[in-house]
Structure formats: C-alpha cells, structure tokens
C-alpha cells in the first residue's frame, strides 16, 4: 500500500514523502479513501497512528481541487482541546499544504489576540482552532464561520473530558448545516458516540486494530525505589543510559518545577511544562526539547496526550499516575509511529495499589528491579498517597474548565473512571 494508490494529488504526495513517510498507516489507509469521497467520518485509533494526516491530507486535497473565492473565507475548521495540540496540528497543516495555494492559521487562547486576528483577515483556507478562542473571536465578528466545508474534531474524547461539549455545540450552531464532518478520537467511549449521533451524518466508521502500535512496540520497566532516592537514581539512570530526549512526568506542577532544579543543579539540562506556566514558556520549553537543546521534559498529564514528539526513545513515570488510564496516554509519547520505546516507571511502597490497578487495566504484569544501590526499604508503608485530599483539590480544578490548566482537570472526572476498561486488549 502506497500513498499514491490513496487517490492523493501529487503535491500531496510530494509534501509526505519530504516528510519521510513511506507508506501509509493503517488508520491512513482506512480514513484517507472515505474523506476524498466526501462522506462524514467516525474513526478512532491509538495515540501515535497518524491520525492528524489521516484527515489532513484528504481535506487539502478536497479543498484545492473545489472553488476558490478571492477573500478566502474559512472553508475547513479543525477543533482541537489544547494549545499544544492546536500548534502541532497546525504545523502538519502547513507542512502537508506546502506545494498547495492554501492559506493556514491557528488560533487560541492565553495569548494576544492581535496577530490572530491579523492572519484571519488577509483570508484563510484552513482554520485550527481551541473553541475557547474561536467562540471569543467570533463573537467579536472578527471571523465568520458561514462557508465552512468541513468540520474535524480531534481528540474528541479529550474535548469532552475538558468539559468542551457546550462550547462545541455552540459552534456547531455557527456552520453551515451542509458539510462533511470528521471526528477523531483515541477512544470509542459511550459519550463518543453520543456526539458522533449528534453531529455525523452516516458516518462511516474506521477503526484501526492496535497491530503494531504503541503499547505493543514500548518496553515497560518499573523500578522500585525509596521516594526520597527517586531523583538520585532517574539522574543515574538518565547519565548511566545516556538517555538524550527524556520525557519526566510528575503527578503535579509543584513537583515538576522541584524535580527540574534538581536536575540542572546535576547538570542535566531541563525545562518544565505544566498549566501554570505561560503559553512562551510552554512552547519555549517543548521547542527546546524537540530540538535537543534540553535534555530532559517534566511534564504534568498535560502533556500526556498529543504532544507530538517523534520518535521519543525514554518515558520516564516519575511517579505513576493515580488514573491509570493516564499511564497509558503517558507511555503512548513513546515508540511512536512504530519506533521502539522505553517507558520506565519509579515506584514507591506507597503507590504500589497504583501500580497493580495499571497492571489490571493493561493486562499485563510489567517487569519490575532493583537498581544496585537504590534497594527499597522493606519496612516501607504502601499506604496510598494521601489520595483523598488530591480528589478534593483535582475535582476543584475541574469545575472551570478553560482552553488551559486543565491537566488534572480529567482526574476529578468520575466518567474516565468508569470508562477505563475501554483500553484494555482482547
Ligand atoms: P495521532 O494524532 O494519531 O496521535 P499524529 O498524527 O500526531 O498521531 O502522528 C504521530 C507521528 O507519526 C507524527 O510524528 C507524524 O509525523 C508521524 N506520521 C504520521 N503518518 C506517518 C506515516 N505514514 N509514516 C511515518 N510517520 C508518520
Ligand atoms: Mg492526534
């Protein structure tokens, strides 16, 4: 299977392979066919499967064969849940459209609106946005939604848990009622497809099987340790492995700008990235780090889905996440795309109940050691962590939802919990 046997026009076909692609995956096959005839789309596939060229691809093709007016009005809306994921599906806009007369622009919240709004005026083909920001620009009448084409929500699933759903339903409000609609999603959950009910007309659902894709390709290690000696042995692990591009998750912020310094304090550079910190130095910090200028990313659970850092060698669960769904989005940063990846987690007495409720959810027993000179304390408690008074504050923070700090936001939400057997493997 090739790209060209999709049906793809050659300056698409150009714009993938200087990307390097060489074959399309399995959730490219299946959705690519089904946009270009212009049918509303339902598909779902794991994190790292190439969803965002899936419909891409089939949406720049469409709009570059069909009519252009001259003021270029919006013709294709692309609803993403956060600023992060708003940029990187921008960036692959931009690079797939690159030998294409198609104008692109992202816009969200947390920054200026000005250069936004400048970019919409002089006319834009494609329009990626966080709803926060496009409702806010339009109520402003700084950009009309009246000849939009076609509608992409991706991460669907995500946009629900960060409390989008009215916000998505008042921009639907906004369109056109004759498009194509397409909605991506990680997960098939019950509100999933309530939304896809509401908004898809005959849909027709791709689904691509986890052959080959992220948990399979990434080997899982768990390390037990002592908490207090957890920063002494990931700064032996990172400088004996020689680890380049390590992905450092924390359960909170405070701990992630904490475990940062220590590590510059060890030489080992890092930036952190979490919701309290500005929209300049989240990007300053991701940027830094796909470029190997940092060595080391903590991040919090807003990273853990849709970052896109290609092939990303070493995930490293600083401490393991209360939600175990969250371990799966977390190690889902690495082995992306099919490369191999290695998810490493430390894990103390006390959250050995964490450990076995992720081992439950992903069917499977991780392999746990002993570093030489990190031996655990047997005598340590494996009482929880004081998981009462992190609910309280988690499902404080998610009663406001905005296009920002929203990382623990998904915690407090009791409807993932319920839903986490929807990960789990036949
Ligand atoms: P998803 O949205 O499913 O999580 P992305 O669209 O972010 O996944 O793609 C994950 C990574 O795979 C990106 O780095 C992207 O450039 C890369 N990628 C996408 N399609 C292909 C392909 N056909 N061949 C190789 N790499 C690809
Ligand atoms: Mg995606």
């Not at 994190?47 to 093709?61: E, H, N, V």
Request: a positive charge; zero cysteines.
């Amino acid at each position: 299977m090739s790209f060209s046997s999709l049906g793809l026009s050659d300056a698409l076909l150009k714009a993938v392979s200087k990307q390097g692609y060489e074959t399309p995956s399995p959730i490219q096959q299946k959705a690519i066919p089904v946009i270009l005839e212009g049918k509303d789309v339902l598909a779902s596939a794991q994190t790292g499967t190439g969803k965002t060229a899936g419909f891409t691809l089939p949406i720049l093709q469409r709009l570059s064969m069909g009519q252009r007016l001259r003021h270029r009005p919006i013709r294709a809306l692309i609803l993403t849940p956060t600023r992060e994921l708003a940029a990187q599906v921008y960036d692959n806009v931009k690079a797939y459209s690159i030998f294409l007369d198609i104008k692109s622009t992202v816009i969200f919240g947390g920054v200026n609106q000005n250069p936004q709004v400048a970019a919409i005026r002089q006319g834009i083909d494609v329009l990626v946005a966080t709803p926060g920001r496009l409702l806010d620009l339009h109520n402003q009448r700084e950009l009309s939604l009246s000849n939009v084409e076609v509608l992409v929500l991706d991460e669907a699933d995500r946009m629900l848990d960060m409390g989008f759903l009215r916000d998505i339903k008042k921009i639907m409000a906004l369109l056109p009622s004759k498009r194509q609609n397409l909605l991506f999603s990680a997960t098939f959950s019950k509100d999933i497809k309530a939304l896809a009910n509401d908004i898809l007309h005959h849909p027709v659902q791709v689904e691509a099987t986890p052959e080959n894709t992220t948990v399979e390709a990434i080997s899982q290690k768990v390390y037990r340790v002592d908490k207090a000696r957890k920063t002494g042995l990931l700064i032996k692990l990172i400088n004996d492995g020689q680890w380049e591009q390590v992905l450092v998750f924390t359960r909170t912020k405070h701990g992630a700008n904490n475990l940062t310094k220590k590590l510059i304090g060890n030489n080992i550079s890092a930036l952190a990235i979490h919701g309290n910190k500005t929209q300049a130095a989240r990007t300053k910090a991701l940027d830094s780090f796909k470029k190997g200028t940092i060595r080391v990313l903590v991040a919090t659970d807003i990273a853990a889905r849709g970052l896109d850092i290609p092939l990303l060698p070493h995930v490293v669960n600083f401490e393991i996440p209360n939600i175990s769904e969250d371990y799966v989005h977390r190690i889902g940063r690495t082995g992306r795309a099919g490369a191999s990846g290695e998810a490493v987690s430390l894990v103390s007495a006390d959250e050995t109940a964490f450990l076995r409720d992720i081992e439950k959810l992903v069917g499977l027993r991780i392999p746990a050691a002993v570093v030489e000179g990190f031996e655990p304390d047997p005598d340590a408690s494996t009482d929880p962590v004081k998981p009462q008074q992190n609910r309280q504050r988690q499902q404080k923070q998610h009663r406001q939802p905005t296009d920002s700090n929203n990382e623990n936001s998904k915690e407090g939400n009791p409807k993932r919990r319920r839903n986490r057997n929807r990960y789990r493997r036949g």
